[in-house]
């Protein structure tokens, strides 16, 4: 079955630091995946998404994340982390062959201190 | 642009009480889904329309759920009882078409059944 996991409830990060949050997803096939970001009464905004190709793919707002088939992993990564990026991130995975729609993880909550 | 609206924003009704969601989703987007997401976890499908017909409705809860896409552009959710369990936020998304196409998504609407 897919499934799509963020090991990391939640992460606190120092403003200007580097941040990554971890994803990992169980697939049977070339999977698509995602980044979105929840802000409080916000509703989700795509960051990035990963198709097919460049395993480094580009997102807005200085957002990157890496495809890395060998540990099922995407991975979303910023090197400067503004107060503004304080949020909730999903990653998400599909929608597959069979026609089901995304399947997002728990999500990771992001805190920036100052 | 517009983006997918929704309405209203917030509601609190008594338990064994009817409600009703409304979404417009953006124009010339022919799939519609709608999502649940409970409290610390990511949106579940509830169900997807490909332009007003329900193509995937396998987890709407089908005893008190009900949902509608007339002439295949907005769309409202109903829940008839609610229940304590079903406080939580139902989002709406559209994307042009089904597969890669990104999804993006309403700010959502907050159910609290008191």
């Known amino acids: 079955a897919q499934s799509v996991t963020q090991p990391d409830i939640h992460i606190t990060v120092s403003e200007g630091a580097s941040l990554e949050l971890r994803c990992n997803y169980s697939?049977?096939?070339?999977?698509?995946l995602f980044w979105y970001v929840q802000s409080p009464g916000q509703g989700l905004q795509l960051l990035l998404k990963?198709?097919?190709?460049?395993?480094l793919v580009q997102g807005i707002k200085g957002f990157e994340a890496e495809f890395k088939r060998s540990q099922s992993s995407f991975n979303l990564r910023k090197p400067s982390v503004h107060w503004s990026d304080a949020a909730e991130y999903f990653c998400?995975?599909?929608?597959?062959?069979?026609?089901?729609?995304?399947?997002f993880g728990k999500g990771t909550t992001l805190s920036v201190s100052s | 642009e517009a983006g997918v609206v929704q309405s209203p924003r917030y509601k609190i009704i008594e338990k064994k009480q009817p409600v009703a969601f409304w979404c417009n989703p953006i124009?010339?987007?022919?799939?519609l889904y709608w999502y649940l997401q409970n409290l610390g976890q990511g949106p579940e499908l509830l169900i997807r329309?490909?332009?007003?017909?329900?193509?995937?409705d396998s987890q709407l809860p089908k005893d008190r759920f009900s949902a509608e896409r007339l002439k295949g552009v907005d769309s409202t959710l109903k829940i008839q009882p609610a229940e304590l369990g079903d406080s939580a936020v139902y989002l709406c998304?559209?994307?042009?078409?089904?597969?890669?196409?990104?999804?993006?998504f309403g700010p959502g609407t907050r159910l609290t059944v008191l």
């Open positions: 329309y490909e332009n007003e017909e329900a193509v995937d």
């Open positions: 998400a995975v599909g929608p597959n062959q069979a026609g089901t729609a995304l399947i």
């Open positions: 697939y049977g096939a070339t999977p698509y």
């Open positions: 998304a559209s994307s042009l078409g089904f597969g890669t196409d990104t999804q993006y």
């Open positions: 990963y198709f097919s190709g460049d395993t």
């Open positions: 124009s010339g987007h022919n799939t």
